[in-house]
T-cell receptor, first 112, second 108 residues
Framework: EAQVTQNPRYLITVTGKKLTVTCSQNMNHEYMSWYRQDPGLGLRQIYYSMNVEVTDKGDVPEGYKVSRKEKRNFPLILESPSPNQTSLYFC???????????FGQGTRLTVV | TQLLEQSPQFLSIQEGENLTVYCNSSSVFSSLQWYRQEPGEGPVLLVTVVTGGEVKKLKRLTFQFGDARKDSSLHITAAQPGDTGLYLCAGADYKLSFGAGTTVTVRA
């Protein structure tokens, strides 16, 4: 079954404690991206990757890091989380940046 | 500032009624995608419209792409409770830009 898997689904952490949200896809897609979803603001792209070892900033990259060492995995790293990063996060993969995006089930992050 | 404006933000109707959701932009897109997102899940693609003036039907859902490829609408005929969800439009150029979404609630 074609899918994008994110972990964890829920995470509560404290300000400043580094965390990683994992994302894996089994569709051999080259393009992967991370979004955050906030009420009234929709989905905003944080970072994207067009291929292995190729990553670039999206619309709201501050406070986040990513890596793409393998085609299937695209982890999101928050080195020093702050309360304004409390949000619902989605990983997505697609054939290219403008084609159908397949989303994971989301990670609800709360930073206290 | 949202690149894509969706209206209305919320819509609550009775089962059997019709509804229309709008997606407007000042930018031209090569295509426009509509997604539905249910609580606790990620968005899932409903349709992609590519040609200006294009109309696509998916059972009771009708999607239209504006002639200038800047706007789109989603019309649901005889809505059912299973149509409840967040409807998102996304404009495609070199990447996807999403609207804020319309939350649709269909009451039984």
């Amino acid at each position: 079954e074609a899918q994008v898997t994110q972990n964890p689904r829920y995470l509560i952490t404290v300000t400043g404690k580094k965390l990683t949200v994992t994302c894996s896809q089994n569709m051999n897609h080259e393009y992967m991206s991370w979004y955050r979803q906030d009420p009234g603001l929709g989905l905003r792209q944080i970072y994207y990757s067009m291929n292995v070892e190729v990553t670039d900033k999206g619309d709201v990259p501050e406070g986040y890091k990513v890596s793409r060492k393998e085609k299937r995995n695209f982890p999101l790293i928050l080195e020093s989380p702050s309360p304004n990063q409390t949000s619902l996060y989605f990983c997505a993969s697609s054939y290219s940046g403008d084609t159908e995006a397949f989303f994971g089930q989301g990670t609800r992050l709360t930073v206290v | 500032t949202q690149l894509l404006e969706q209206s209305p933000q919320f819509l609550s109707i009775q089962e059997g009624e019709n509804l229309t959701v709008y997606c407007n932009s000042s930018s031209v897109f090569s295509s426009l995608q509509w997604y539905r997102q249910e609580p606790g899940e990620g968005p899932v693609l409903l349709v992609t419209v590519v040609t200006g003036g294009e109309v696509k039907k998916l059972k009771r859902l009708t999607f239209q792409f504006g002639d200038a490829r800047k706007d789109s609408s989603l019309h649901i005929t005889a809505a059912q409770p299973g149509d409840t969800g967040l409807y998102l439009c996304a404009g495609a150029d070199y990447k996807l830009s999403f609207g804020a979404g319309t939350t649709v609630t269909v009451r039984a």
